[in-house]
Nanobody, 122 residues
Framework: QVQLVESGGGLVQPGGSLRLSCAAS????????MGWYRQAPGKQRELVAT???????NYADSVKGRFTISRDNAKNTVYLQMNSLKPEDTAVYYC????????????????WGQGTLVTVSS
């Protein structure tokens, strides 16, 4: 059984910074892409950023220049450094792993974490 565990959420003032982490646990052979999505109250879940195993990145326009996604393949961990946070960044942030292969050979099309709440408020 594999799972994603997020950490690092919390309350921060506008203009502040937070760093989210997401570790994939279990007997994992490989993960294609990892990413972060968020869902604000009353809104649909949206893409924040993704990163491939080769470190190619993609960002939502709303976070470009403020957020940075990175990945440690050896630790099966993805990070999201969030700077210059705005109240509209308030949301539950979810980690995602795309096309994960376990050492048993079992293939997971998509795995989601449980989410971590980020609140940007003064």
């Amino acid at each position: 059984q594999v799972q994603l565990v997020e950490s690092g959420g919390g309350l921060v003032q506008p203009g502040g910074s937070l760093r989210l982490s997401c570790a994939a646990s279990g007997s994992i052979f490989s993960i294609n892409a990892m990413g972060w999505y968020r869902q604000a109250p009353g809104k649909q879940r949206e893409l924040v950023a993704t990163i491939t195993s080769g470190s190619s990145t993609n960002y939502a326009d709303s976070v470009k220049g403020r957020f940075t996604i990175s990945r440690d393949n050896a630790k099966n961990t993805v990070y999201l450094q969030m700077n210059s946070l705005k109240p509209e960044d308030t949301a539950v942030y979810y980690c995602n792993a795309d096309r994960m292969v376990a050492r048993s050979g079992y293939r997971y099309l998509e795995v989601w974490g449980q989410g971590t709440l980020v609140t940007v408020s003064s």
